[in-house]
Antibody
């Protein structure tokens, strides 16, 4: 069964750091772009970051660049999101996603984890 | 900055047809925007509905369909059912490795 399981969420003070992890199973992890999507309480979905299969390309939403870093360990089939200088507005459920490819060109988020909750508060 | 737009809310009667749209504040949506659609009910992770404009994800009923209508991507539900009451999100490729979700449409079936 294809599965993405997030962990690492919790309560952190403003200015603090947190590292999220996503354990992937049931598919060949190294063949897929992976990413993170977040959802603040009562708000919509926000694309956060993507990382290429070999880790050689990373893309971020502009507002987060410099504070968040996406990484992956293909040997351990895991995805990570290092979050620094956290702010109250980073409070959200963070979803791990697998990017699938259709017809050799069209990308979409084909597999979602259940999410991990990050709360930034003093 | 160009933003992805969706209707904040929509209402449809059971058995009725509704079309939700996904546009851009500047420019047109095309297949090269890689439009895809996701359904989310409260407290749950999103579920993939439609990708590559009009391809249904595995297990998605055929009452859901996707298209390009004018300069927007569209999600049409034909014969809406009570359990279609959800939030619907589109996401578009903006170029340079950047993706953007629309604000979502809250669909009420009543």
């Amino acid at each position: 069964e294809v599965q993405l399981v997030e962990s690492g969420g919790g309560l952190v003070q403003p200015g603090g750091s947190l590292r999220l992890s996503c354990a992937a199973s049931g598919f060949t992890f190294s063949r897929f772009w992976m990413g993170w999507v977040r959802q603040a309480p009562g708000k919509g979905l926000e694309w956060v970051a993507n990382i290429r299969q070999d880790g050689g390309e990373e893309n971020y939403v502009g507002s987060l660049k410099g504070r968040f870093t996406i990484s992956r360990d293909n040997a351990k089939t895991s995805l990570h999101l290092q979050m620094n200088s956290l702010r109250a507005e980073d409070t959200a459920v963070y979803y791990c996603v697998r990017w699938d490819l259709d017809a050799g060109y069209y990308y979409y988020m084909g597999v979602w984890g259940k999410g991990t909750t990050v709360t930034v508060s003093s | 900055q160009t933003v992805v737009t969706q209707e904040p809310s929509f209402s449809v009667s059971p058995g009725g047809t509704v079309t939700l749209t996904c546009g851009l504040t500047s420019g047109s949506v095309s297949t090269t925007s890689h439009p895809s659609w996701y359904q989310q009910t409260p407290g749950q992770a999103p579920r993939t509905l439609i990708y590559n404009t009009n391809t249904r994800s595995s297990g998605v009923p055929d009452r859901f369909s996707g298209s390009i209508v004018g300069n927007k991507a569209a999600l049409t539900i034909t014969g809406a059912q009570a359990d279609d009451e959800s939030d619907y999100y589109c996401v578009l490729y903006m170029g340079s490795g950047i993706w953007m979700f629309g604000g979502g449409t809250k669909l009420t079936v009543l």
